[in-house]
Structure formats: structure tokens, C-alpha cells
């Protein structure tokens, strides 16, 4: 093997730098809600360090964002699955709930009304969640949800309506 | 809380920003990445004095200045020359793509030769009888119809239960209903209602006193406030098929169509193997428009979509004839509108 001696530029901020940045806060609205804000930091720079590397094959045959997305799901639904396999479990999803709470106190949102949003899609089954996240939360159309979660477009419908009539009634509840 | 209120709750959740530090870990790695790239550099490999290659940045030689800051370059070793792999590290990956791709062709050709020609009759496992044996009695349907006790319940069949609180007989008020899913994934929706008793052959009771459902073989037992009911389940083949509509309006109205769902519906007569394409059980219609329905079963649930123009709409599907692989019938609108007819309900995928 030869080397050669290169002089390039100190990439601090280059192209693919960039787009992550621009596009990392719904890409951790998604991730958040998916793992938790315990784990969402950690999760997001797995998803990127995937990307960075899988970025040289990236085609341009779908969009950057509906590529990234996919990646980070796919990166949330690996660490979910890797959590399940975990005995703590249930502790694991009661911290979660304490993270949301301490999380919306800390950035001043409104704790009481998001907390209550955050519980209840918390609650919902992962397809519905993932549904209603990236087309209620994110603002992906239902054609791009189909393509980030690679389903018929009629099932991310179908997701997302059971998942707000999910919501709707478990915000009910919360009401009464 | 509506859907504007729910819209409005779940776009305003805050997400909190990303951790100290949490960008450098990606950006280290972009580095990486791209100092292992020669070429997208732009720069050409130049020979040195010492017999190791440098880089030419932008035409100029080697150890030549130019209007760049030191601190804004850094200096890496980059392979420019590899010795050639083995032909199985060169071609494996090609290989084993053109060998699962054959496994897949294999795979689609034997499904294709499989697939049954009967069907299964709900709640009888096992049990193959030709399409044009089924639902010889059960038209026209219509709403009257819709709703009633038609779960058929094998003896050897523990089905699953889920309730569902909605409009099933599009008078306006919620109704308490159950979609019970056999083993086979067989499908019935039993109601009880307490605005028309014509509805519900079970019970003249509000939804919102019914306190839990549960199916036994044969069975099926509803737990109020006050009281334990139980019900014989009727059996019957192939029965309704249309309960309820509700509207899932678009986020912002931006999408100008709109989906009606169907909250639970009669046995079909069908099993997901027979209409399973792509892993979605799926039966499709028209209406007048030429807009596609579709039916998902995924999940063992039959969904109607409908979309159409945008709309906000409760009503009811009225199924005039239905045989195994067709229906034809109307929606109305609870409002009394007539938002569109279906025409045609084909039933079974791409697939079937």
C-alpha cells in the first residue's frame, strides 16, 4: 500500500454537516418520541454516523430528509428492540415518562397540556405511533411516511386514524 | 377534543436540542469520511522527493503556498494505490445479490402455484369451500342489516375482542360495538346500541355504560355497570359487511382528498391468504368518481379509505348486492347528502 500526503480544507462544516443540521429537529421530534429523551441523543448520532457512512451510496432516488428518516427510524425501532430484550424494562418506560416531564418543565412548554399529549402517544401501539408522529408531529404527507416507513400509503392512513382516535379518546380520559 | 385541537396539540410539541457536544462525534465523522476520499477532494496526486505521493491542491505544486490559513488545512495520508482483492471479495457481494434475487423469483413462482382457489370459511379452519358457494342468501344488504350479531365463533376458536366506540348506525351518537377477530382472522362486528334497538339485536344499552366485552367459544358476555349479559352468537357464513364512517381529516386541508373508515365490519368470507398481496390484505372499489376504495385488512380489521375530495362527513355504506369477489351500493352521508356512490367494491388486492 502507498500513501499519499494531502493538504484538503479542515472540514468543519461541510455539505452533509449541514443538511444534518438543518433537518435534525424533526428528525429529533421523531427520535424523541420514539426512545425517549433519555436516549434520543445517543440514538440520533447512531442514525447520523449510519448516514455518513451510507451517504456515499445515497442515489438521490428519494428525497435527503425521507432517506435520513428512514435511517433514524430504523435506528429508534433497532434501539427499541434492543431495550425490549432488556429486563428493566418497565422501569426503563417509567423513567421515560419522568424525562418527558422534566424535559417540558426545563424548555417551558406548556408541562401540563404536552404532557398529557406526550403520555397518550406514548401509549399508543409503535405502528400508530410512528404513523401519527411523522404525519401529526413531523408534517410528513402520508405518501412520504409510506415511503420512510416503506408501507402502502393506505396503511399509514389507516395507522394514523387509529392512532388519533386513540389519542382523542385518551385525552378524553385525561380530561374527565 | 377534535381533530383541529389534537392537530394543533401534537404540531406544538416542543422537542428539547440536541446535547453538548453532540455534534462533534458527527462531525469527527464526516471528516473521516471525507479525507478517505482523494477524489472528491479535486486535488491531484502529485510524486515527491521521497518516493511518497503527495497531493496538488488546485494546480499547485507540492509545499507550495497559497491564500489559505495553515490552521484551515490539515494534513492526511491517503492510500493511492491497493492491491487487488481476491475475485470472491470483488464479485461476492454481486453474487449473493443475483443468488437471493433467484431464491425470490423461486419463492414467487411456488406462491404463484400454491395459491389456493377456495377459500376458507371464517371460524372453520381448515374448511375449503368454492366462492360461489357463499352468500348465496344475504342480499341486498342494507343498513338495517348492518350491525347485527353475526360473529361465528368455532367451538375450538378463542377469538380476540376489540371495542370500538363509535357511529356505527350513523344516527349521530357513539355506539358501542365490538370487532371480534377469529384465529384465522376471521372477522364479525357485534353492537349494542341504545338509540335503535332495531340495530342491535344484543342489548338496548348507552355505549358509554358498557363496561367490558369478553368472547367464549360460542359466547359472548358483556359486562355493565350493573349487570353480566350474555349472548348466543348466531352462525352465519358470510354476513355484513358496512357498520360505520368517520372522516380523517388531512392535516391543514393541504391534501384535497379526505378518508372514510370503516370502524369495523362483517365477515367477508375471506382470509388474508387469500387476498394477501405485498403483506396487506387489501380489497378495492370505485366510486362514481373513479377514486379508489380500498379495503385494509391488515391487521385482521377491515378499513374502507375512500379518498375523494375534501370533506368532513358521517354516514353509511349501503351494500345493494355483495357476492365473494363484488358489492355494489351507495354512502350517504349522515346529513343526508349524498357525498358518493360506490359502484363497485372489488373484492381481493392486486394480489387475489
Known amino acids: 500500500m502507498r500513501y499519499g500526503v494531502a493538504m484538503v480544507p479542515r472540514p468543519d462544516r461541510s455539505p452533509l454537516g449541514e443538511l444534518l443540521r438543518e433537518h435534525d429537529p424533526m ?46 427510524h430504523n435506528t429508534c425501532v433497532d434501539r427499541i428492540r434492543h431495550d425490549q430484550r432488556q429486563p428493566s424494562i418497565a422501569m426503563a418506560e417509567e423513567q421515560t415518562i419522568n424525562d418527558f416531564t422534566a424535559d417540558h418543565h426545563r424548555f417551558g412548554s406548556d408541562p401540563a397540556s404536552d404532557l398529557e399529549v406526550e403520555q397518550a402517544l406514548s401509549e399508543l401501539g409503535e405502528d400508530q405511533r410512528v404513523a401519527v408522529i411523522l404525519v401529526g408531529v413531523v408534517g410528513l404527507s402520508y405518501d412520504e411516511a409510506a415511503e420512510v416507513l416503506d408501507v402502502p400509503r393506505g396503511t399509514v392512513a389507516t395507522r394514523v386514524h387509529r392512532g388519533r382516535t386513540e389519542l382523542k379518546r385518551a385525552l378524553r380520559a385525561e380530561v374527565a | 377534543m377534535n381533530n383541529e385541537e389534537l392537530d394543533a396539540a401534537l404540531r406544538s410539541l416542543s422537542t428539547p436540542p440536541p446535547r453538548l457536544g453532540f455534534w462533534n462525534v458527527v462531525d469527527d465523522a464526516i471528516a473521516e469520511s471525507e479525507l478517505g476520499d482523494p477524489i472528491a477532494s479535486g486535488d491531484d496526486v502529485v510524486e515527491g522527493d521521497d518516493g511518497v505521493e503527495g497531493v496538488e491542491e488546485d494546480g499547485a505544486a507540492e509545499n507550495e503556498t497559497d491564500d489559505q490559513s495553515p490552521d484551515d488545512n490539515v494534513v492526511v495520508l491517503l492510500p493511492t494505490e491497493t492491491e487487488r482483492p481476491p475475485w470472491h471479495q470483488r464479485f461476492g457481494s454481486q453474487l449473493t445479490a443475483v443468488a437471493a434475487s433467484l431464491v425470490i423469483l423461486i419463492g414467487f413462482l411456488w406462491l404463484l402455484n400454491t395459491r389456493p382457489d377456495t377459500i376458507d370459511v371464517a371460524g372453520q379452519p381448515g374448511s375449503a369451500v368454492d366462492p360461489e358457494d357463499l352468500n348465496p342468501d344475504l342480499q341486498p344488504l342494507d343498513i338495517e342489516t348492518v350491525g347485527r350479531s ?33 384465529a384465522d382472522a376471521s372477522l364479525a362486528v357485534v353492537t ?26 360460542g359466547r359472548i ?12 352468537v348466531e352462525l352465519v357464513p358470510v354476513a355484513d359487511v358496512v357498520t360505520n364512517l368517520t372522516v380523517d381529516r388531512r392535516r391543514d386541508n393541504q391534501i384535497s382528498d379526505w378518508n372514510i373508515q370503516i370502524a369495523g365490519a362483517g365477515n367477508l368470507g375471506l382470509t388474508p391468504e387469500v387476498c394477501e398481496f405485498a403483506g396487506e390484505v387489501m380489497f378495492e372499489a370505485r366510486t362514481a368518481a373513479g377514486t379508489l376504495v380500498s379495503i385494509d385488512g391488515n ?24 357476492d365473494p369477489f363484488k358489492a355494489v351500493g351507495s354512502f350517504t352521508a349522515a346529513d343526508d347528502s349524498v357525498v358518493g356512490a360506490v359502484t363497485q367494491i372489488t373484492i381481493g388486492g392486486p394480489g387475489c
Do not use: C, K
Request: net charge negative.
Open chain 1, 27 to 72: 428528525m429529533r421530534a421523531l427520535a424523541y418520541r420514539l426512545v425517549g429523551p433519555g436516549n434520543v441523543d445517543d440514538v440520533l448520532q447512531d442514525a447520523y454516523l449510519r448516514a455518513v457512512r451510507s451517504y456515499a451510496t445515497f442515489r438521490g432516488d428519494s428525497a435527503f430528509r425521507t432517506w435520513l428518516y428512514r435511517i433514524v
Open chain 2, 150 to 182: 353475526v360473529v361465528e365463533i368455532h367451538p375450538d376458536v378463542t377469538p380476540s375482542v376489540e371495542p370500538v366506540f363509535a357511529d356505527i348506525n350513523g344516527d349521530g351518537a357513539d355506539d358501542a360495538a365490538m370487532v371480534v377477530t377469529g
Open chain 2, 192 to 217: 349494542v346500541d341504545g338509540e335503535s334497538g332495531d340495530v342491535s339485536p344484543l342489548a338496548s344499552l348507552p355505549g358509554d355504560e358498557l363496561g367490558t366485552f369478553a368472547v367464549r367459544p
Open chain 2, 221 to 232: 358476555i358483556v359486562t355493565t355497570t350493573d349487570a353480566e349479559m350474555e349472548f348466543a
Open chain 2, 299 to 322: 391487521s385482521g380489521q377491515p378499513y374502507l379509505l375512500v379518498d375523494g375530495p375534501e370533506g368532513s362527513f358521517e354516514g353509511a355504506i349501503t351494500i345493494e348486492t355483495l
